[in-house]
C-alpha cells in the first residue's frame, strides 16, 4: 500500500482507536490526539505542489476486484490536491477550534471525533479517487458520517430531523450519481476518471450520454444544496458549529462542486451542461441571498449565505464551460469564469469557517444566536468583531479584502456570457449579470446585518443568557487564521496564482492545453474604471440603502404563505409517504409468525411453480444418479421419523435431540456419499447448533404443561405440501439440467494447489466464496449487535424501573 491510500485511510484508522483514547485518558481532551493527523496530512499534501505544478498528476493503484474494473487508484492532480489541502487544513483548524468549544466533561467527545475523522477520510477519497465506484464508496460514506455529525446531539428533535433530511436527499442524488455511473461504464467500459477523460469525444453522441449527465448532475445539486435540495443545510445548522464550520465551508457542500469541476472535461461541451450547471448556480445564488436577509438566527444567515455562495461558484464552472467550444488558449475570455470559480472556492472556504466560528463564540459566550436578542457585543467582544467584520466584508465583496476580486472576477464572466454566439446566449445571456448583480446586493445587505446586528446597536443584557465576554484565546485562533488568510489572499492574489488555481484549471480544462502549456493566471486589483467597478458601486450604494430601510420592507417575506415552501412540501411528501405504507403494512402485518409464512412461502410456490410450467423446466433424468442401497434407505427413513418426531415432542429437550439426531444421520449421508470434508463440517455446524440450543433454551420459560388440541388447517397443509413438493421437482430438475460442467472439478484440482488447503469445504468457504462467507458473518454480526443492543436496554430499564 503506497503512502497516498495511507494518507487518504489514516483517519478512517485512526477513529478506530479514538473510543481507546476516551476512555483511557479522559483526563486530557480526545481532540488532542486527533489534531495531529490533519495537521501531518496538510504537510504531507503540500509535498505535491511542485509535481502539480508541472502538470504531473501522481497516481497510485491497489487490485482490488480488477475482473470487474473496480481498484483502489489514488490520484494526486491540481484539482484533487487543491480539496485535499482545504479538507486538511479546514481539519486541523476546526479540530483545534473544537477542543476549546466543546466540554470535555459534558460532551461525548469519542462520538464526534469517530464521526469527524470518518468524515475527513471519506472526503478525501471523494477527491482523490479515480475510480468511479470507489469515489462512489466514499461519497456515500461521507453522507453517512455528516448524518451522525449533524445528529450528534440526538437529544434534540430539531437535530434528529435536520440529520434525517440531509441524510435523505443528499442519499437520493448519491443514488442517482450511482446511476450515471454505470451509465458511463456501459458507454466507456470503464471506472477510471482519467480514462472517461481521454474517451469523452466517441461517448459524446451516445444515447445514454445524457441520461449519465443528468444523473451526475443530481448528485451534484443534492450534495452542494443547489436549487429546489438547499433544504437540508438550513437544518443542518443544528450541528455543533465545529461541524458546521467544517461541513459547511470547505467539504461536504463542497463535494457537489469537486464534481461538476471533474466531469466538466467529460460532459461540459453538451449545451445541457452549460444551461443547467449555469442556470441552477444563478437561480440558487439569488434565492439563497434574498431568503439569507430573512433570517434572524446566525448560523441561519450563514446557512443560506452558505446556499447563495455554492451557487455562485456552480454558475461559473458552467459559465467556463462555455470555454471548451472555443478550442483555443490564448484570448479564450471564458476560461475566467474557471478561475474565479477556484479562487473563490478558496476563499469561501476562508471567510465562511472565520463567520462560522465567530458565530459560533458568540452563542457561546452569550448564549443564543438570535440577532433580535443581541447587539452592543463590539465593546465586550472586539476581536470577535474584528474577525466578523472582516469575514462578512470579504463575503459581501468589499475591498481589499479576497472575496472582492473573486467577486469582480464573477462580475466579468457573466458579463462575457453576453458576447457568446452560442446557445442563444446573445437573447438570454444578458440575464446572467442582471441576476448576479441583484444577488450580489442581498449579499452586501445580509453581511452588514450579520455584522452590524449583532456587535452594533443597544445592548440588551436582559434578553442574553450569560454576561457577553471575549472567547478564551483557545477559541480564538482558528478564526484568527482564517481571517489573517482573508487579507493576504486580498493583497496578494498571485500567491495561489500558478501554485493552486493553475493546476485545478489544467484539470477542468485539460482540452485547452497543449503540450508544455499552462494556464497564465493573474489576478490583480485595479482594471481602471469598467462595468464591473460600476457593478461593484451600484451594489455598495443599492446595499447600503436596503440595509438602513431593513425594517420597513422585511415584512414582504410575510406575502409568501407557509404552505407553499419546499420545507412544507417536503413534508408533506415525507409524512405522506410514512402515512400511505403504514396504511399498507398494517393490511398484512397483523403480528402472527404463521400468517407471515403463509405470506412468504405462498409467494414461494406460486412464483417457482409458474416459472417451471412457463419455461418447461421440469426435467426428470436418473442416468447420473447414484446407487440406492439399504443403507440410504435406512437413513432416510431415519430423518423422516426424526423429522415427524419434533412436531410431536412435549418438551425443548426431546425436540433439540432429535433435531441434532436429524443433522448427524445427514452427515452420515455425507460418509456414505464418500464426503469426509462436507461430513466434517456438518458434524461440528450441528455439534455447535445443538450446544446453543441448549443454551438458548434453557433461559426460556418452560413449555407449558396442559394440552391443547390443534385443529386441522387446510391451509396449512396445503403450504407445506407445496413447499416440499416445488423444492423437490425444482432439486430434481437441478440435477438433470446441467447446462454447465460440474464446478467441483475446479475445486478438487485447485484447492490444494491453490489455497494450499486440504479440507476442501473450509477452502471453498475462506477461500473462494471468501467474499461470500464474510457478508454473511457481517449480517450474523449486525444481528447479534441488534440483540446485544436491546437486550442491554432491557436491562437498564430494569434498573430505573
Known sequence: MSSLHL????????????????????????????????????????????????????????????????????????????????????????????????????????????????????????????????????????????????????????????????????????????????????????????????????????????PALLCILLGAFTKSAQFPFYIWLPDAMEAPTPVSAYLHSATMVKAGIYLVA??????????????????????????????????????????????????????????????????????????VAVTAAIFHLINHATFKGSLFMAAGIVDHETGTRDIRKLGGLMHFMPITFSISIIGAFSMAGLPPFNGFLSKEMFFTAMIHLTEMDLFNLETWGVLFPVLAWIASIFTFVYSMILVFKTFTGKYQPD????????????????????????????????????????????????????????????????????????????????????????????????????????????????????SVSYKLTKTYMNGSIRSYLVYIFAFFIVILSTTLIEKNAFLFDTRDVSTIGVYEVALAILVVLGSICILFARSRMTSIILLGAVGYTVSLFYVLFRAPDLALTQLVIETISVALFLVCFYHLPKLRKFETRMRFRLTNAVISVGVGGIVTLIALSAHSSKLFDSISKYYVENTYTEAAGKNMVNVILVDFRGFDTLFEITVLAIASLGIFAMIKLRLNRRKEG
Not at 500558478?498 to 485545478?504: D, F, G, M, Q, T
Open 7 to 210: 494518507a487518504i485511510l489514516a483517519p478512517l484508522i485512526l477513529s478506530v482507536f479514538i473510543p481507546l483514547f476516551y476512555r483511557v485518558l479522559r483526563q486530557i481532551h480526545t481532540g488532542w490526539f486527533v489534531l495531529p493527523l490533519p495537521i501531518l496530512l496538510f504537510v504531507y499534501f503540500l509535498a505535491f505542489l511542485p509535481e502539480t505544478m508541472r502538470g504531473k498528476p501522481l497516481l497510485e493503484s491497489i487490485n482490488w476486484i480488477p475482473s470487474l474494473g473496480i481498484n483502489f487508484t489514488a490520484k494526486v492532480d491540481g484539482l484533487g490536491l487543491l480539496f485535499a489541502l482545504l479538507i486538511t487544513g479546514i481539519g486541523a483548524l476546526v479540530v483545534l477550534y473544537s477542543i476549546y468549544y466543546l466540554a470535555k466533561n459534558k460532551e461525548k467527545l469519542s462520538h464526534f471525533y469517530v464521526y469527524l475523522l470518518l468524515f475527513m477520510g471519506a472526503m478525501l477519497g471523494v477527491v482523490l479517487s479515480d475510480n468511479l465506484i470507489v469515489m462512489y464508496a466514499f461519497w456515500e460514506l461521507t453522507s453517512f458520517s455528516s448524518f451522525l455529525l449533524i445528529g450528534y446531539w440526538y437529544e434534540r428533535d430539531k437535530s434528529r430531523y435536520g440529520a434525517q433530511k440531509s441524510m435523505l436527499i443528499t442519499v437520493f442524488g448519491g443514488l442517482a450519481m450511482l446511476g450515471g455511473i454505470i451509465l458511463l461504464y456501459i458507454m466507456a467500459g470503464t471506472f477510471s476518471v482519467t480514462e472517461l477523460i481521454s474517451q469523452s469525444n466517441a461517448i459524446f453522441n451516445h444515447v445514454l450520454f445524457v
Open 463 to 578: 434578553k442574553l443568557d450569560k454576561k457577553p465576554h471575549e472567547a478564551p484565546m483557545g477559541l480564538l485562533i482558528s478564526p484568527v487564521i482564517l481571517v489573517s488568510l482573508v487579507i493576504i489572499f486580498g493583497f496578494f492574489p498571485n500567491l495561489l496564482s500558478e501554485s493552486l488555481i493553475s493546476p485545478a484549471m489544467a484539470s477542468i480544462l485539460p482540452s485547452l492545453l497543449g503540450a508544455g502549456e499552462e494556464f497564465m493566471v493573474h489576478i490583480s486589483f485595479w482594471h481602471g474604471p469598467n462595468i464591473e467597478l460600476f457593478m461593484t458601486l451600484g451594489v455598495i450604494i443599492l446595499g447600503i440603502l436596503l440595509y438602513k430601510t431593513h425594517s420597513r420592507w422585511k415584512k414582504i417575506y410575510q406575502a409568501i404563505p407557509e404552505k407553499l415552501t419546499l420545507n412544507r412540501f417536503y413534508d408533506f411528501l415525507l409524512e405522506g409517504i410514512q
Open 262 to 335: 471533474r466531469f466538466t472535461p467529460v460532459f461540459g461541451e453538451h449545451f445541457l451542461w452549460f444551461w443547467l450547471v449555469t442556470s441552477a448556480g444563478i437561480l440558487t445564488l439569488i434565492w439563497g441571498s434574498i431568503f439569507a436577509v430573512k433570517q434572524t438566527d446566525l448560523k441561519a444567515i450563514l446557512a443560506f449565505s452558505t446556499v447563495s455562495q455554492l451557487g455562485l461558484i456552480m454558475s461559473l464552472l458552467g459559465a467556463g464551460a462555455a470555454a471548451l467550444h472555443y478550442n483555443f488558449l490564448e484570448e479564450n475570455i471564458y476560461t
